[in-house]
Structure formats: structure tokens, C-alpha cells
């Protein structure tokens, strides 16, 4: 479960929808379809305000929120690598409260 976990939080470099979206499809266990249910909803929720901050940045104002959801983007699932290799519970934030 901790290699699933691993790969769940990684494949925001590989396959940000597709793995979690087959693991949720998948899993038995209730923290694994959790888990996967939110990366899904993490990495669509980051890729529309990542959009949304390109379109802006042509005007300049959205270049910070750019960098900033970017950064984000970038950091979480690696704290969520760093928590499944500890085996410490971790929850995506934004989505955290909407999907338990």
C-alpha cells in the first residue's frame, strides 16, 4: 500500500489523472480511494488555476499567481511522497474538506 501511495503522489510527473484515476477505480481499501480520489481533484483544480494565471500573465497580473500555483504544483506531491514514505496520513490541500 506504501508503493501505491508513492506512485500516487508521483505520477504528477507521469500521469497526474490517468494512475490515481485507475487506482480509485481499483483499490478496496477505503484511504487508497480516498487518496487517489484527491490527487485526481488536486492536479484538475491546479491545472485550471495554472490556466487561468497564463491567460492572466499576458496582462501581468498573473504572473505571480503563475509562479505561485506552479510552486504548488511542484511541492505538495512531494511532501505527500516524503508523508507515504513515513507512513504518516496526508490529505491534498484545497480539496481536503471536500472529499474525506
Not at 70 to 83: E, K, S, V
Request: charged share 10%; glycine share 4%.
Amino acid at each position: 500500500m506504501k508503493i501505491v501511495k508513492i506512485l500516487i503522489h508521483a505520477s504528477t510527473w507521469f500521469a497526474p489523472v490517468l494512475l490515481p484515476l485507475v487506482v480509485w477505480l481499483l483499490a478496496s481499501e477505503q484511504e487508497l480511494k480516498r487518496l487517489s480520489l484527491q490527487a485526481v481533484v488536486f492536479h484538475f483544480v491546479i491545472s485550471v488555476l495554472i490556466g487561468i494565471s497564463w491567460v492572466l500573465s499576458f496582462i501581468l497580473i498573473g504572473i505571480p499567481f503563475l509562479i505561485g500555483f506552479g510552486l504548488i504544483a511542484l511541492i505538495i506531491p512531494i511532501i505527500g511522497i516524503i508523508r507515504a514514505i513515513q507512513d504518516q496520513e496526508f490529505q491534498y490541500p484545497i480539496v481536503k474538506s471536500f472529499i474525506q
